[in-house]
């Protein structure tokens, strides 16, 4: 199982970034799927999570309305679209299967600054 | 939204027993906020060590057990070992499984 996040960077408050997290070594299709990030120095903090057919997505208070969560299982990847991005949005971002929580990415670093 | 709260920090001797508590303040945690368990250690992703309270990954050492305590739930590190130092983090589910929130976090010292 492999999970590969891509797409961080710095940006300015107020833009927007899209993440990738591109899965393979199991059935991506049948998986859920979560983002969850980390600033640095900080604890965990859930973002959002998507149904293995993308069907049903939940959120963080923190970023409900500003990220939307999505997948395309047929290039087996994951996708975090974030607008309106904040200072506090700063933090490395990883991307977990579902369920048992068994596989992680090893992050991208997100930078919102000015 | 919920907080969930865990000791800051914990100290164990190499060989020695701590148990770790991960608590809701919406009240007691049960089998229904799915409580998972994650190591953590400097510069790395983490990594999950017990799912679902109690279910240990093919990976997790049989020194780590995860359980219900008082309320609360709990990671226990029997036969602590110093490659066991590491930051520990517990997961509840929400809403019937729709929201999670991580807990703050418990240094573990081996020393």
């Known amino acids: 199982v492999q999970l590969v996040e891509s797409g961080g960077g710095l940006v300015q408050p107020g833009g927007s970034l899209r993440l990738s997290c591109a899965a393979s070594g199991f059935t991506f299709s049948s998986s859920w799927m979560h983002w969850v990030r980390q600033a640095p120095g900080k604890g965990l903090v859930w973002v959002s999570r998507i149904h293995s057919d993308g069907s049903l997505t939940t959120y963080a208070h923190s970023v409900k309305g500003r990220f939307t969560i999505s997948r395309d299982n047929a290039k087996k990847t994951l996708y975090l679209q974030m607008n309106s991005l904040r200072v506090e949005d700063t933090a490395v971002y990883y991307c977990a299967t579902g369920g048992n929580w068994n596989s992680w990415g090893q992050g991208t670093l997100v930078t919102v600054s000015s | 939204q919920a907080v969930v709260t865990q000791e800051p920090s914990l100290t164990v001797s190499p060989g020695g027993t701590v148990t770790l508590t991960c608590a809701s303040s919406?009240?007691?945690?049960?089998?229904?906020?799915?409580p998972h368990w994650f190591q953590q250690k400097p510069g790395q992703a983490p990594r999950t060590l017990i799912y679902d309270t109690s279910n240990k990954h093919s990976w997790t050492p049989a020194r780590f057990s995860g359980f219900l305590l008082g309320g609360k739930a709990a990671l226990t590190l029997s036969g602590a070992q110093l490659e066991d130092e590491a930051e520990y983090y517990c997961?509840?589910?929400?809403?019937?499984?729709?929201?999670?929130?991580f807990g703050t976090g418990t240094k573990v010292t081996v020393l």
């Open positions: 997961l509840l589910s929400y809403s019937g499984a729709r929201l999670y929130v």
């Open positions: 919406t009240g007691s945690v049960t089998s229904g906020h799915y």
